[in-house]
């Protein structure tokens, strides 16, 4: 098991524009989980699903955005009409639903988002 | 709502010295977990340490224990013999088993 990836790393785009970004967790996980991270601060949460139901979403995540987990697997954020207060780290996790690993939550690299 | 405070934005020791870096939480739930994580310069977030709230007993990971204080809802992470890999920012984080709150984060720094 390779661990928690996402794709891209970074992006780049201009206001206005519509991103996307995906996330495959560790396979035998049925949690995940997106924050965002500003530069300096720690991770706040923003959804998490559970198996392909989206469980719980924050405040943070206002109707431009939008998060799905179709099958259960991999899980994508889209961000539509971006905005200059959108660059961040977007950070996905993910854990079990068993035993102590339904509440150890593990990280991927993050995709850097810049908004121009 | 669940708050984690983390009081030291930065520290800074020698190599092989220890140090402890301090976090304290507000809940009301009685049952949660405690979780310190590490995050290197331009690198993904690492898991550390775990602490269950119900275990009276403080976690010990190597190099890497934690004081765990209920009463106060105090947290903190002592890493002995600290290395040069240490340097990262550092987060404390609180779950009561979905979503993770996280402090602000300390940046430590281990000087050779």
């Known amino acids: 098991d390779t661990g928690v990836s996402q794709n891209p790393r970074h992006k780049i785009t201009k206001r206005g524009q519509n991103v996307t970004f995906r996330c495959d967790p560790i396979?035998?996980?049925?949690?995940l989980y997106w924050y965002r991270q500003t530069l300096g601060q720690g991770p706040e949460f923003l959804t998490y699903?559970?198996?392909?139901?989206?469980?719980?979403k924050s405040r943070l995540l206002s109707d431009r955005f939008s998060a799905e987990r179709p099958k259960g697997s991999f899980s994508t954020l889209e961000i539509q009409r971006t905005e200059q207060g959108d660059s961040a780290m977007y950070l996905c996790?993910?854990?079990?639903?068993?035993?102590?690993?339904?509440?150890?939550?593990?990280f991927g690299p993050g995709t850097r988002l810049t908004v121009t | 709502a669940q708050t984690v405070t983390q009081s030291q934005p930065e520290m800074s020791v020698q190599e092989a010295e220890t140090v402890t870096l301090s976090c304290t939480y507000d809940t009301s739930e009685s049952n949660y977990y405690l979780f310190w994580y590490k995050q290197p310069p331009s690198r993904q977030m690492i898991l550390v340490i775990r602490?269950?709230?119900?275990?009276?007993q403080n976690a010990t990971e190597n190099r890497f224990s934690v004081n765990f204080q209920k009463a106060a809802k105090s947290f903190s992470l002592k890493i002995s013999d600290s290395q040069l890999g240490d340097t990262a920012m550092y987060f404390c984080a609180f779950t009561g088993a979905q979503k993770l709150v996280f402090g602000q984060g300390t940046r430590l720094t281990i000087n050779p």
């Open positions: 602490q269950e709230a119900y275990k009276q």
């Open positions: 396979s035998e996980h049925n949690r």
């Open positions: 996790a993910s854990s079990g639903d068993r035993g102590r690993g339904s509440y150890e939550q593990y």
């Open positions: 699903f559970q198996n392909e139901a989206q469980l719980e």
